[in-house]
């Protein structure tokens, strides 16, 4: 399904599990969660790092309160969690996922994301794992055809099943054993793909990895306003490096991304001048002009509205609390 957002309020609880599922999964699933949850606690420790990379491409992460909201460029991965609430916002869109469920982000996309619910009775605790086209691709082989339409958005939910549980739980258990991770886990991280595409989100999940596939033709087109945020922007010409008309190209960059080519690049330029002027000294005109902004006072405008202060008086407060 879908992603949607979630109403202020929602109950924190796990979804009910589905009707038509079979006896006993619902135990199954709880069982796994509780070993998911001990097996993160265990070994992301307590350090002021949040996420541990356990494997390329994999981590998990725990936190013993509530984050304020980070800006990242989220990648095509998979985040599973175990406990808590995770809040994703995308243009400024909320969507919200709980323990038990799961999270695909199928292209790169500027978001905010922050750990709602975690104490130190009940952390908040999620396992991720990147989204590798190179290795969905050659399990494709596998499924033969499906009638599920093909999917052109950029995050979607769904309920964690067992058979997608049980492997990242035993991925886990292999945290520790260095021998056995080295050689076991590249298999289980096979399991998984499978099981996701296999899963409700398995036409999200197979346009990853598919080279001729919407997602893929507007994969490239993302990464080259990622590459060149700073210059003019053409609708035409990104919709030729897409492959698509125009009016078709711009219909799949919104469905993927949640907003238009000229809102991503803009998203893309503010981040970007963040990150400067948080790092570097500040000359908000100079930092306005290198990520492409011809009027200072459009630049500040947009930034004030992106983050909710000028660019001088944030870069004044980030300093001011380290």
């Given at each position: 399904?879908?992603v949607?957002?979630?109403?202020?309020g929602?109950?924190?609880?796990a979804?009910a599990p589905d009707a038509?599922?079979p006896?006993?999964?619902?135990?199954r699933t709880a069982e796994?969660?509780?070993?998911?949850?001990t097996l993160?606690?265990r070994?992301?420790?307590?350090g002021?790092?949040?996420?541990?990379e356990?494997l390329?491409?994999?981590?998990?992460?725990?936190?013993?309160?509530?984050?304020?909201?980070?800006s990242?460029?989220?990648?095509p991965?998979?985040?599973v969690?175990?406990?808590?609430?995770?809040?994703?916002i995308?243009?400024?869109v909320?969507?919200d996922y709980?323990?038990?469920?799961?999270?695909v982000v199928?292209?790169?996309?500027?978001?905010?994301?922050?750990?709602?619910?975690?104490?130190?009775?009940?952390?908040?605790v999620v396992?991720?794992?990147?989204?590798?086209?190179?290795?969905?691709?050659?399990l494709?082989?596998e499924?033969?055809?499906?009638t599920?339409?093909?999917?052109?958005t950029?995050?979607?939910?769904?309920?964690?099943?067992?058979?997608?549980l049980d492997?990242?739980v035993?991925?886990?258990?292999l945290?520790?054993?260095?021998?056995?991770?080295?050689?076991?886990?590249?298999?289980?991280?096979r399991?998984?793909l499978w099981r996701?595409?296999?899963?409700?989100?398995?036409?999200?999940?197979r346009?990853?990895?598919?080279?001729?596939?919407s997602?893929?033709h507007?994969?490239?087109t993302?990464?080259?306003i990622?590459r060149?945020?700073?210059?003019?922007?053409r609708?035409?010409?990104?919709a030729?490096?897409?492959?698509?008309s125009?009016s078709a190209?711009h219909r799949?960059?919104?469905?993927?991304?949640?907003?238009?080519?000229?809102?991503?690049q803009k998203?893309?330029?503010?981040?970007?001048?963040r990150a400067l002027?948080l790092?570097?000294p500040?000359?908000?005109a100079?930092?306005?002009?290198?990520?492409g902004?011809?009027s200072?006072?459009q630049?500040?405008r947009?930034y004030?509205?992106?983050?909710?202060?000028?660019?001088?008086r944030?870069?004044?407060?980030?300093?001011?609390?380290?």
């Amino acid at each position: 399904m879908t992603v949607a957002p979630v109403p202020e309020g929602a109950a924190p609880d796990a979804p009910a599990p589905d009707a038509a599922a079979p006896p006993g999964s619902a135990a199954r699933t709880a069982e796994l969660l509780g070993e998911l949850r001990t097996l993160i606690v265990r070994h992301a420790g307590r350090g002021p790092q949040l996420k541990t990379e356990i494997l390329d491409g994999v981590a998990i992460t725990c936190a013993y309160r509530p984050t304020l909201p980070v800006s990242a460029m989220a990648e095509p991965s998979l985040a599973v969690v175990g406990q808590g609430v995770k809040r994703t916002i995308l243009n400024g869109v909320p969507h919200d996922y709980r323990a038990g469920q799961y999270l695909v982000v199928s292209v790169d996309l500027p978001v905010t994301g922050q750990a709602l619910e975690a104490d130190e009775d009940e952390p908040f605790v999620v396992f991720s794992m990147t989204l590798d086209p190179a290795a969905i691709a050659p399990l494709l082989l596998e499924t033969g055809n499906t009638t599920k339409p093909p999917a052109f958005t950029g995050l979607a939910v769904s309920d964690a099943t067992p058979e997608l549980l049980d492997p990242v739980v035993r991925l886990l258990r292999l945290l520790g054993r260095p021998d056995d991770l080295r050689v076991l886990a590249p298999g289980i991280e096979r399991e998984i793909l499978w099981r996701l595409i296999t899963g409700d989100q398995g036409a999200l999940v197979r346009q990853i990895g598919l080279a001729n596939s919407s997602i893929a033709h507007i994969s490239r087109t993302i990464r080259w306003i990622r590459r060149h945020y700073d210059e003019p922007l053409r609708i035409a010409d990104l919709a030729d490096l897409a492959g698509m008309s125009p009016s078709a190209f711009h219909r799949h960059f919104r469905s993927a991304t949640s907003m238009t080519p000229i809102q991503f690049q803009k998203q893309i330029r503010l981040r970007e001048a963040r990150a400067l002027l948080l790092t570097g000294p500040v000359d908000v005109a100079d930092i306005g002009h290198r990520v492409g902004y011809g009027s200072p006072s459009q630049f500040s405008r947009e930034y004030r509205k992106a983050f909710g202060a000028p660019p001088g008086r944030d870069a004044a407060r980030h300093a001011e609390h380290g």
